[in-house]
């Protein structure tokens, strides 16, 4: 069954980090570009980040320089380290297989992703 599940969500204060995870069962993740996207409540969902399969990597304007995506091969599992966080950073974030990425405007398009996980809430609040 094939199946992304996330990770590493939680409440911290803003300036701080968290590392979340997308860990991948019944399907190699290496075969896929790979998108990390969040919807905080009343909006909608938002591409935050993209890692090619070739290990190239893409951010939205408003998390570039804070986040950092990457993927561990052996452990078939992708991340993302935020860090400096911010309030306007809270949200429910997925990541999901970018099956029908082509070109790059569609890296951080949520229509072309398929295979979502269920999501993991950050919340960034003092």
């Known amino acids: 069954q094939v199946q992304l599940v996330e990770s590493g969500g939680g409440l911290v204060q803003p300036g701080g980090s968290l590392r979340l995870s997308c860990a991948a069962s019944g399907f190699t993740l290496d075969y896929y570009g790979i998108g990390w996207f969040r919807q905080a409540p009343g909006k909608e969902r938002e591409g935050v980040s993209y890692i090619s399969r070739s290990g190239r990597t893409y951010y939205a304007d408003s998390v570039k320089g804070r986040f950092t995506i990457s993927r561990d091969s052996a452990k078939n599992t992708v991340y993302l380290q935020m860090n400096s966080l911010k309030p306007e950073d809270t949200a429910v974030y997925s990541c999901?297989?970018?099956?029908?990425?082509?070109?790059?405007?569609?890296?951080?398009?949520?229509?072309?992703?398929?295979?979502w996980g269920q999501g993991t809430q950050v919340t960034v609040s003092s």
């Open positions: 999901a297989t970018g099956t029908g990425v082509v070109v790059p405007t569609q890296r951080l398009d949520p229509r072309f992703f398929g295979s």
